[in-house]
């Protein structure tokens, strides 16, 4: 009976914490005809959020990837964006941006979805 018990505990932890590691996106609607590029859209939205002075700026040993320019971007497209700015965002260490970032700590809604649809489009450039 201990063991069932224990069982069942362990179980109900399992379950809320893996609730907890991961925020499911809601269905956004984009624009397959026109979807965000990253000189027009994304770009800014990349230096202010990402690429700025000791974090991913290309001059911080202790971040990875240089964020200042789309080629240098392109490294952390196979999975790691999609992973950390929308799979992991409610996470406070892991989701981008950090909740200890010395810029802003979290995107708003509509970055959120733009980088959605921009990852959905498999990051169009210009």
Known sequence: ?????????VLILVFIACTRDSFIPTAVDCDENAPPTYDETMQEIV????????????????????YTSYSGMQIHFGGSIMDRVINRTEDPVLGMP?????????????????????????????
């Not at 201990?2 to 069982?7: A, D, E, G, Q």
Request: hydrophobic share 35%.
């Open 1 to 9: 009976m201990k063991k069932i018990m224990f069982f069942g505990w």
């Open 47 to 66: 230096d202010v959020n990402c690429a700025y002075s000791g974090c991913h700026d290309g001059a911080t040993p202790s971040v990875p990837g240089d």
């Open 98 to 126: 950090p909740n200890n970032a010395a810029g802003p700590t979290d995107l708003s809604e509509d970055h959120m979805t733009l980088f959605t649809c921009w990852i959905n489009a498999e990051f169009p450039e210009n």
